[in-house]
């Protein structure tokens, strides 16, 4: 895979691809850290004398214009991340987008519109999608993926724009895929897999292939209710997937017959509604009173999972174990997070929730070997599927 050292950039221009995807709130962001990720390859790319041309999606508005969704706040924090101005362009393609582009001076830097505006990005019909992105290839000569949350989607930015032009993979990319392949490839054991978040459906293939490969794995969040229920214990109102039940008894008597060793809580921290004030409790989590919720894992379980992490050489994270957004319910994933750090392991952090745990908790993002910005696209690549993102940039 080609990388940005292998372009002649001076005084050309290069659209960027970059992961811009930022929680808002009422127009603020509340968390930077995608900006922030993006930063490195802008300013190589400035450094060097190119006219950067950065474009994103910001959440789903599928193909229609939604001014609550506009990336113009994103402009305005890159700029003020950069120490320059970035020229924000009105439409993603239109008259204001090719103004922007064809305005800037080396080392300048524009940011169009939120892409997921135009309904040609992620369509699923090659022909429009193909159309969107013959006029967004046209605003540059050259091409540098590094939106490496957004690798596993086939849109017109991530698949089709780099062959329409002299393409190659920007740091931040060229850094997650050394990382995933860390994981993936030569792993120094005991390798240890965290897995949380809210539904088990969305970690069934990740599961499924790190049977064969992982040591452990940690179960918490959501999830593990689905787990508990399949060993015939009581849940109460916590989240079920029913449909997913045979397929997780099947996932532990794998586990049971090749070795693989998976950790589940002992305790829950349970609660009367889904609310910080509600009344909440630790118990045993094989006798989760009916009426009340699974919201955490409980205090024994955040040890115990503490320990199971303490002689690991590799480990893996994704989804928080818990409501880690309430602070009654964030004890579990605090407890994870500490146990990576103090394993000494080579850590990594699965992008999503669990790096916007990792700073709303107040921890240091170093202590942790990596921190990914694309949760959905690091467990795909996990799971053993080809990402057209990253397999775009390889062609």
């Not at 995807?21 to 009422?26: G, K």
């Not at 103004?99 to 699923?124: H, Y």
Request: proline share 4%.
């Amino acid at each position: 895979m080609r990388t940005i050292d292998d372009l002649d950039v001076a005084g050309r221009r290069v659209l960027l691809r970059a992961d811009l995807n930022v929680p808002l709130q009422d127009g603020r962001i509340t968390d930077d850290g995608r900006i922030r990720a993006s930063l490195p390859t802008i300013e190589a790319l400035r450094a060097r004398g190119a006219k950067v041309i950065v474009c994103a999606h910001l959440g789903r508005p599928k193909g229609q214009v939604k001014p609550e969704l506009s990336l113009a706040p994103v402009a305005l924090r890159l700029g003020e991340l950069l120490g320059a101005e970035v020229a924000s362009a009105a439409d993603v393609v239109g008259d204001s987008a090719r103004a922007a582009a064809g305005g800037l001076a080396d080392g300048g830097v524009a940011l169009l519109e939120n892409l997921r505006f135009e309904p040609g990005e992620t369509s699923k019909d090659d022909a429009e999608r193909g159309a969107f992105a013959d006029r967004l290839a046209a605003l540059a000569e050259l091409y540098v993926g590094d939106g490496f949350g957004a690798v596993h989607r086939r849109h017109a930015s991530v698949f089709d724009v780099p062959k329409r032009l002299p393409h190659a993979a920007g740091g931040l990319i060229a850094t997650e895929v050394e990382v995933l392949r860390k994981l993936t490839e030569d792993v120094e054991r005991p390798y240890a897999v965290a897995l949380g978040g809210s539904k088990v459906s969305d970690k069934l293939g990740v599961i499924d292939n790190l049977l064969g490969k992982a040591d452990r794995i940690l179960i918490g969040g959501g999830m593990v209710f689905t787990f508990l229920k399949a060993q015939g214990h009581e849940v109460g109102e916590s989240l079920l997937e029913e449909d997913q039940l045979g397929t997780v008894r099947e996932y532990l008597r794998r586990a049971e017959e090749t070795g693989v060793e998976f950790v589940l809580p002992v305790d829950i921290v349970a609660a009367t509604a889904f609310a910080a004030d509600a009344d909440h409790g630790v118990v045993p989590a094989d006798a989760i009173p009916a009426d009340r919720l699974g919201l955490d894992i409980g205090p024994e379980s955040g040890k115990l999972f503490a320990a199971r992490l303490a002689d690991a050489r590799t480990v893996f994270w994704n989804g928080p174990m818990g409501v880690f957004e309430m602070e009654p319910y964030s004890h579990g994933t605090r407890a994870v997070a500490q146990g990576l750090i103090d394993s000494g392991a080579f850590t990594v952090v699965g992008g999503g929730d669990s790096a916007a745990a990792v700073r709303l908790l107040g921890f240091d993002e170093a202590a942790f070997s990596h921190i990914s910005t694309g949760g959905g696209a690091s467990l795909e690549y996990l799971e053993g599927k080809t990402l057209p993102g990253l397999q775009a940039l390889e062609d």
